[in-house]
């Protein structure tokens, strides 16, 4: 299946420095990717849609001025978190969406696991 | 807008016991529905998925889902769970229009003991 990297892994930074996540397609070409931050023992809920060549679409809740996203390929998003708090301490998981005509199957990447000192 | 519900937020088995959990949606539209697993430390599979056609669904691992319509209803099935099922599962939905996105449900946390 397709598949879908995140890196970093995990990240520990201190509070007020921004952190920069990257999602790779690494044997697709992705039109559209998602990230989803999910807090521990809950749901992943969706923060912005990314497609490539255009500016992201946000969720209600979501401010854009500090997580800006990047959708500078087809196989590339990346994800800022700029003067990151404690309260942004989180799983940040992306995801690529393969379009084909009707399919809708997203492929996930691991996820980063940002902790904010 | 879409919407799930998972009502089941913590589920304990044992080796062997049979497998539901719930989902539902709300939705007015056509929809496609997806089960994904998050085993720990480990990032989201796809179960199965629903796009048409036959509403119960076969996916890996011995897992079904049925698609009843009616109910807003996916709930996932397996006859016989093992030990190694012990993970997070979620139910998500795709509307028909916007920006088709997957909403998730709240996630089942599994557990079965050996």
């Known amino acids: 299946g397709a598949v879908v990297s995140q890196h970093p892994s995990r990240v520990i930074c201190k509070s007020g420095t921004s952190v920069k996540i990257e999602c790779r397609s690494l044997?697709?070409?992705?039109?559209?990717m998602f990230w989803y931050r999910q807090f521990p023992k809950q749901s992943l809920m969706l923060m912005a849609t990314?497609?490539?060549?255009?500016?992201?679409?946000?969720e209600q809740g979501v401010e854009k001025d500090k997580f800006l996203i990047n959708h500078a390929s087809l196989t590339l998003s990346t994800l800022t978190v700029t003067s990151a708090h404690p309260e942004d301490s989180s799983f940040y998981i992306c995801?690529?969406?393969?379009?084909?005509?009707?399919?809708?199957?997203?492929?996930f990447g691991p996820g980063t696991r940002l902790t904010v000192l | 807008a879409q919407s799930v519900s998972q009502h089941n937020h913590h589920v304990i088995l044992s080796e062997a016991a049979s497998l539901e959990l719930g989902c539902n949606y709300s939705?007015?539209?056509?929809?496609?529905l997806f089960w994904y697993v998050q085993y720990p430390g480990q990032h989201l599979q796809l179960l199965l998925k629903?796009?048409?056609?036959?509403?119960l669904v076969k996916g890996i691992k011995g897992f079904e889902a049925e698609f009843i319509k009616s109910k807003f209803s996916f709930n996932l099935r397996k006859p016989s769970v093992q030990w190694s099922d012990t993970a997070e599962y979620f139910c998500?939905?795709?509307?028909?229009?916007?920006?088709?996105?997957?909403?998730f449900g709240s996630g089942t946390r599994l557990q079965v003991q050996p």
């Open positions: 629903y796009f048409s056609g036959d509403p």
């Open positions: 995801s690529a969406r393969v379009d084909l005509s009707s399919y809708n199957e997203q492929f």
């Open positions: 044997d697709f070409q992705a039109t559209t």
């Open positions: 990314s497609n490539e060549g255009s500016k992201a679409t946000y």
């Open positions: 939705y007015g539209g056509t929809v496609n």
């Open positions: 998500a939905v795709i509307g028909d229009t916007g920006r088709r996105a997957l909403t």
